[in-house]
């Protein structure tokens, strides 16, 4: 099985929370996905010429915060993810905070690099890694069931 932080581009480490990266808008909302799925979806962004934000990795929680712009968390839907209002960095779904350790900011390669990732580009590319991975496994992965981290 592939590392969760195993990828093909060269980012730039941030191996604390604080401080946030300069380039990230004070005002932004938070989309929660598991690294196995995120990580993936966002390369492929890549790939394909998009520009990315920021990424907070959860290592212990095997999950990426990704900021994008305000407003996305009244119409985001996509399946196990969610978007939270405001710049909340809570891995937890269940609204508390889990004492996260071992959390860190990933930053693009500047020629890559926005100060969030599009909502809407990131939706896509989500569903279409979801989609693959369930052609992979031949059935979907069920809501809530927290993916393994390490293997």
């Known amino acids: 099985m592939t590392p969760p932080l195993s990828t093909r581009y060269q980012w730039q480490l941030g191996f604390a929370e604080i401080p946030r990266p300069l380039a990230l ?6 989309v929660r996905v598991g690294m196995v799925p995120g990580l993936p979806a ?10 990315v ?26 399946p196990q993810t969610d978007c939270v209002h405001g710049s909340v960095r809570q891995c937890s ?11 860190l900011w990933m930053l693009p390669d500047r020629r890559l690099a926005a100060a969030t990732t599009e909502p809407e580009t990131l939706h896509d590319y989500l569903s279409q890694m979801r989609s693959r991975l369930r052609d992979v496994s031949g059935r979907p992965q069920a809501a809530g069931v927290r993916e393994a981290c390490h293997a």
């Open 93 to 103: 779904t269940d609204g508390g905070f889990a004492g996260c350790h071992g959390r």
């Open 53 to 78: 934000g920021p990424l907070l990795c959860c290592i212990e929680h095997c999950r990426l915060l990704v900021p994008v712009r305000t407003g996305t968390s009244h119409w985001w839907w996509a």
């Open 25 to 30: 808008p004070r005002d932004h909302d938070v």
């Open 42 to 51: 966002i390369e492929q962004m890549i790939d394909e010429g998009h520009r």
